[in-house]
């Protein structure tokens, strides 16, 4: 190219690439925004009691049971759900150094030795004299190229910003993961706990059982009662007896539960369950505002990335309507001797520019900008539906505390009166003022009410760790 072809390529270029500036790019949709996403100020069923922050979530969960603090080690050392969700992130963190690799030039290097055989006919038989041909040739190169997509309208750029924003979509999905372990954990080792409670009050219903049947053959053998009390008696007592021998299988079920969530045998696991616990646990609820407590739920910070993610790929898509501006070159050494390899007449080497661009593409672009438009619409509304599920959890979780807080008062109560009521049936009784299945149903009633206060207290301790789980939980969330 001459002077003058330099010159109007010098004009052309500015004005090829203004002209692209000039095209229009889609308008971000504002109502896609997770800013529009209102969230109450306060949350309606959280009961009125005294309220904790965020750091105080920790408390709901049984951290005072050692069995849990072994177990939940033993979960997020060897989870297999754990080293999936790792191994996401791992794939997602690649995608993004290649997508920021392709921002960076493409150099290589080769290096070859080709020998030929030529037909020195094929170059004609009216050669001027003194002129012949080689019919073989050796030929001897090495070269180093370079191809770089300069990325003028931000294509790239776009691409590599989509996959960085899915490693933190990967990250709080592997967060939401660790969490939902760590509450499966608590779960089961509050279900043992509970049966735990259970076994103590059958065993004490047993005991009192055998009492009522020796207190029974004593009235029987002094004539004052019926052998019927006796067999009724000992009825009870078997009943007491059947119920506790069915707890084995509730307790053979947690046990392979924990198994599965440990990635450990039966005998670790029920090593760390035969270790007393502290107690029940209870705490202060955390009733911040929920746009303050439930945006940091990973499941809500996942759909948000994948929202920005969703949005990103569109920029992507636009900017495939522009020019693509690609610089090339390749510096090399070339000889048909090898031991002018390194001499000055071996080097060759060659530089380029080339602009390519859609000139006619009869709507592929445009169909792909809308299909990626309609990924975001979905990926809003998914994040939509995220944030009020967060909310739905949260709501669900409080209410139930609330409910079963004042169930186990209410049993606490009613404790009270049936043992009065089961006392006074005892002493009217051993006066023959009252037979014995009065005894026996005042008896059941206290049993009843034993069991199912064991059985709300587990209720209670399972809904402050779903209420846990709803507020995002606590602490570190990585994996």
């Known amino acids: 190219m001459n002077r003058r072809g330099h010159c109007y390529l010098l004009i052309a270029l500015p004005l090829l690439l203004a002209g692209c500036a000039s095209m229009q790019m889609p308008d971000a949709d504002p109502a896609l925004d997770p800013v529009s996403v209102a969230l109450p100020t306060t949350f309606t069923l959280a009961p009125d009691v005294a309220q904790a922050d965020r750091s105080d979530l920790e408390n709901l969960l049984p951290v005072n049971d050692p069995a849990f603090q072994e177990l939940r080690a033993l979960a997020l050392a060897n989870g297999p759900t754990l080293a999936a969700a790792q191994a996401r992130i791992d794939s997602a963190r690649a995608r993004a150094a290649g997508a920021g690799a392709n921002r960076k030039p493409n150099i290589g290097a080769d290096a070859g030795v080709t020998g030929s055989r030529t037909n020195p006919d094929s170059f004609g038989t009216d050669l001027p004299a003194g002129i012949s041909i080689d019919r073989y040739r050796t030929s001897f190169g090495a070269n180093i190229t370079a191809n ?131 107690g029940d646990f209870d705490t202060a609820l955390p009733a911040n505002a929920p746009a303050d407590m439930l945006r940091a739920r990973p499941d809500v910070a996942a759909a948000e990335a994948r929202l920005a993610a969703a949005d990103a790929d569109i920029a992507e898509a636009a900017r495939k309507r522009f020019p693509k501006l690609t610089l090339s070159g390749a510096l090399g050494l070339l000889t048909f001797a090898l031991g002018d390899i390194f001499s000055a007449d071996s080097i060759v080497g060659n530089l380029g520019a080339a602009v390519a661009g859609p000139l006619l593409d009869f709507g592929r672009i445009d169909a792909e900008i809308d299909e990626r438009q309609a990924v975001v619409r979905q990926a809003f509304a998914d994040y939509r539906g995220t944030v009020f599920g967060a909310l739905g959890d949260a ?61 709300a207290a587990g209720r209670y301790e399972r809904a402050q760790i779903a209420l846990w789980l709803a507020l995002g939980g606590s602490g570190t969330q990585g994996v």
């Open 148 to 278: 770089w997509d300069l990325d003028v309208f931000g294509g790239l750029r776009a691409a590599e910003r989509a996959a960085r924003i899915r490693i933190d979509a990967a990250t709080a999905d592997a967060a939401g993961i660790r969490l939902e372990l760590i509450s499966a954990i608590a779960a089961n080792v509050t279900d043992w706990r509970t049966l735990d409670a259970r076994e103590t009050v059958l065993r004490s219903d047993l005991g009192e059982a055998r009492d009522l049947v020796a207190l029974a053959q004593q009235r029987v053998r002094a004539g004052l009662a019926p052998g019927f009390d006796t067999v009724q008696a000992e009825s009870l007592a078997a009943e007491a007896q059947g119920r506790m021998d069915a707890l084995s299988a509730e307790r053979a079920r947690i046990t392979g539960a924990l198994v599965s969530l440990t990635a450990s045998d039966a005998a670790t696991v029920m090593a760390s369950l035969a270790r007393e616990s502290d």
């Open 395 to 455: 709501e669900a979780a409080y209410g139930q505390v609330r409910g079963v807080r004042d169930e186990l008062l209410a049993f606490d109560r009613q404790i009270a009166l049936e043992k009065d009521a089961e006392y006074l049936a005892s002493i009217r009784y051993r006066n023959g003022l009252a037979d014995f299945s009065t005894v026996l149903n005042a008896r059941r009633r206290l049993n009843a009410v034993r069991a199912g206060r064991a059985l």
